[in-house]
């Protein structure tokens, strides 16, 4: 009798689990059924549609990372980027193994201007995920952007270990040893970027600026011919050609270059006219009465102020030069760089 009265209860709270175990299951069921109905929706539904329905799911499943995953992607479509944020955090809180998810809350925090929060965020995020590339790409751009050149270049060669034949990691190298002005790594790196890309048009014309400030002409005149392919960079590798057909006592040429460079931009005339190198061909240079055409920008940020530190650097060797061009002696143009940095840091602490 007792015998049959146990089983009877071991069979009751078997029956018990099973159910619960069917409820549990039910549940999780039903919420995977309205994930899917979610993601259907943000394929073929109205943005409108997606997000009421979105909104509805994160009141009834408060812990799903993936529903706040969608109304951070939504809202951020909209352009609320502090309240999109503020989902994909609780997105990542709630899945820290989403590495997507850690690198989208970095990306949004540095466009909302938060770099700090973001480097910390990327530098998390490589201790978990060291060979995640584009999370590298971002920290080192991230650093780049505020400066921090040397930190720049640590993430990027940790990067490399990974990444040996990424072009890019070797081209924003170049970049950020020419912000430290060591010319010889970022030729050296500019190089082992074009031979990977051969398209890396800026990457040439990076490589010519730092000939000609080194003096080694023919080999600017060789990097600016393959810059000429990308259109926003003719105007001013037709400038420079110029500056070194006259350096080469090659007039006729160097008027010829400065016309097609009016051509393309008629803004340069002022450069052309304050540059004492052109003082005597100035007369047969043509001034264009049509406006130029536009042209479209494709450079990011990052390239355009390389560029110009590039040719600010160009411009400070040669008006030492008295405006003819020629090479200076390395340390003498370091010298003059570390005075150049060392005024803007003291314009900086007044």
């Known amino acids: 009798m007792v015998l049959e009265k146990f089983i009877a209860i071991v069979v009751i709270i078997i029956l018990l689990l099973l159910f619960i175990v069917f409820i549990i299951k039910n ?9 899917i109905r979610l993601k259907m929706l943000l394929k073929f539904g109205s943005n409108e549609s997606v997000k009421k329905y979105a909104l509805k799911l994160v009141d009834k499943y408060p812990q799903n990372s993936e529903v706040h995953k969608v109304l951070g992607m939504l809202y951020e479509k909209e352009g609320n980027i502090n309240v999109a944020l503020d989902e994909y955090i609780r997105a990542v809180e709630l899945n820290n193994s989403d590495m997507q998810m850690h690198y989208k809350v970095a990306e949004l925090l540095q466009k909302n201007d938060r770099n700090e929060d973001a480097i910390i965020m990327l530098q998390d995020l490589l201790k978990m995920k060291p060979d995640y590339l584009d999370a590298s790409k971002l920290l080192g751009n991230i650093l780049y952007e505020e400066e921090r050149f040397k930190e720049a270049v640590s993430v990027y060669m940790y990067a490399l270990r990974y990444n040996p034949t990424d072009y890019d990691l070797y081209y924003n190298l170049g970049m950020t040893f020419t912000r430290l002005n060591d010319f010889q790594k970022a030729k050296e790196y500019y190089r082992r970027a074009a031979v990977i890309n051969t398209f ?27 810059a000429l392919q990308q259109e926003e960079l003719e105007p001013m590798a037709y400038y420079y050609l ?19 460079a009016l051509e393309l931009d008629n803004k340069i005339e002022e450069k052309i006219k304050s540059q004492p190198l052109f003082a005597a ?49 390395e340390d003498q143009v370091q010298v003059e760089i570390e005075e150049q940095n060392e005024n803007e840091n003291e314009k900086e602490r007044d």
């Open 27 to 35: 549940k999780v069921i039903k919420e995977n059924l309205k994930l």
């Open 242 to 260: 110029a500056q070194i057909a006259m350096m080469k006592e090659e007039k006729q040429k160097a008027v010829d270059y400065l016309n097609l």
């Open 281 to 329: 061909i100035q007369e047969r240079i043509r001034i264009p009465n049509e406006p130029s055409r536009k042209i479209e920008i494709k450079l990011s940020k990052k390239e355009i102020e390389t560029n110009h530190y590039l040719e600010e650097m160009f411009n400070l060797v040669d008006s030492l030069n008295g405006g003819n061009g020629f090479k200076l002696e």
């Open 200 to 226: 890396l048009f800026n990457g040439q014309y990076n490589l010519a600026l730092i000939a000609m400030i080194q003096g080694e002409l023919d080999e600017a005149q060789k990097h600016l011919m393959q």
